[in-house]
């Protein structure tokens, strides 16, 4: 029975030896798609809870529960995203 030496060296391929099946610019060209989906994916999850706070009151409004009102959604649309903005920051929903 052999046993696996853990000083053993280890063979890892260099990015140079790899280069003939990955091109530079596909890896990165990789990489940039990924970063912009979790970026992407991040600023989904932390506005929805403001989203859920927009979306509870147009039901409210819906069910008659808040007098319909263009001003008073407006004011509540700038309340949510001044919140959102303090919140998140660079992540808040754009104007």
């Known amino acids: 029975m052999s046993t696996l030496s853990l ?4 063979a890892v391929p260099s990015a140079a ?3 003939w099946m990955f091109p530079p610019t596909a890896v990165s060209r990789y990489v940039d798609d990924f970063q912009a989906s979790c970026w992407q994916a991040s600023r989904a999850v ?5 989203d859920a706070m927009r979306a509870q009151y ?3 409004v819906r069910a008659g529960l808040i ?7 407006r004011d509540f649309q700038k309340a949510v995203a ?8 660079p ?4 104007l």
Do not use: D, H, T, Y
Not at 46 to 50: D, E
Not at 91 to 94: D, F, K, N, T, V
């Open 17 to 19: 030896s790899l280069s």
């Open 91 to 94: 992540l808040a929903e754009p």
């Open 46 to 50: 932390a506005r929805a809870p403001f």
């Open 7 to 10: 000083s053993s060296p280890v």
């Open 82 to 89: 001044q919140l959102e903005r303090i919140a998140l920051g």
């Open 58 to 60: 147009a039901n409210a």
């Open 67 to 73: 007098e319909k009102s263009m001003l008073a959604s």
